[in-house]
């Protein structure tokens, strides 16, 4: 049965149960077969897809994608938007088959998280400096959620290759410090933000705009492309450019600025000097919508 499987693109499987998930998982392992992991919340959109594109590519044909689809719940605030986050399962299995994945693994919370108790589940894993600043700041359990969720999904899908986006930046850095800090045998892809034609970052938050949130939605990426103009004439001060920037996003009436910060790509420590390699980050709010973005200068 799972050989027959295994060889036919169309054949694309929906694993539900852990344990199945890491029985087959073994069962490819043993066979020497690549794995590459495309952790997601589902609702997905054409930046969910070309990391699936980008695990193929490096598994190969004989390899296999595997895209988890799981929203969270540990890594939204009390206050967030777990509730309304949008789902679409059947579209995400479709879109998933027509990409050639081979297994979309869609665990619950109640097998994620035995019986919400924590009796039952009572261990997390903290990364304690690059997720303190940022996304950090503003959602303070968030990271605490996605590095324990990852883990876990590490450890159940425990492939060779795990692809997450550069639309995260700040998770993606701290994923690769957990992998290093704790030893997880799984090299970490970081794939490009796909944009939108207008040039706003894809994301499944998008959805929740109006029509006139959406026009406004592109001052994220207009801000990063003034940053960028700005430090190619030169070096500049952190501080003058943030209010440069806040000037540019009051512009927009439905827009509330959250952060922004300019800071070192590798160590996420923020710069006084904002110059080329510089890397910036913002959060902009549109109503309830948070949306997120960043790009190096
Ligand atoms: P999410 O479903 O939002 O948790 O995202 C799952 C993965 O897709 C994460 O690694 C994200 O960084 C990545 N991702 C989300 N949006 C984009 C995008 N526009 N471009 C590239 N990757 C993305």
Redesign the pocket.
Known sequence: MLGRGCKNFSAMRIVKSIAAMQKLAQRWQVKNTCIGF??????L?A??L??VKRARQLVGRRGKVIVSIYVNPTQFGPKEDLGRYPRDLTRDKQLCRTEGVDVVFVPDDKLMYPQGDHKVFSTCVIEEALSRGMEGASRPTHFRGVTTVVAKLLNIVQPEIAV?????FQ??TVIQRMVRDLNFRVKIIV?????ESDGL????RNNFLSADERRQATILWRAIRQARQTVRTGTVSSERLKAELRHTIASQPAARLDYVEFFDPDTLVPVKKVTRGSHIALAVFFGKTRLIDNGRL
């Open positions: 495309v952790p997601t919340m589902g609702y959109h930046g969910h070309s990391l997450f986006g550069a639309k995260d998770q993606a794939a490009p933000t796909y944009r970052a894809m994301s499944s």
